[in-house]
Nanobody
Framework: QVPLVESGGGLVQPGGSLRLSCAAS????????MGWYRQAPGKQRELVAD???????NYADSVKGRFTISRDNAKNTVSLQMNSLSPEDTAIYYC????????????WGQGTQVSVSS
């Protein structure tokens, strides 16, 4: 078990910004793919962005140009900078660490609420 602790969620007005962070406790393999997913009411969980150990980036079309994912291997952290937020971004956001070679090594954060409303 690799506990992941998220922080940074909250309520923001349209056009505002938030930065989410997620940290794994202890020392883990730097091969993990780190990512962020979100789930809005009545919708399936969807990938927002992820980043491989080599720095390869993947973004959902809906967030390209607005969100930026980054990782710090030394600190076992992944962050998501969210700019130009809109009500459509309202969801529970989950961080995820996934080992590329072992399917059972797939860990989730507790979820943090992001609400965008005027």
């Amino acid at each position: 078990q690799v506990p992941l602790v998220e922080s940074g969620g909250g309520l923001v007005q349209p056009g505002g910004s938030l930065r989410l962070s997620c940290a794994a406790s202890g020392n883990i393999s730097r091969l993990y793919i780190m990512g962020w997913y979100r789930q809005a009411p009545g919708k399936q969980r969807e990938l927002v962005a992820d980043i491989t150990s080599a720095g390869r980036l993947n973004y959902a079309d809906s967030v390209k140009g607005r969100f930026t994912i980054s990782r710090d291997n030394a600190k076992n952290t992944v962050s998501l900078q969210m700019n130009s937020l809109s009500p459509e971004d309202t969801a529970i956001y989950y961080c995820n660490f996934r080992h590329p070679a072992f399917r059972n090594l797939n860990f989730w954060g507790q979820g943090t609420q992001v609400s965008v409303s005027s």
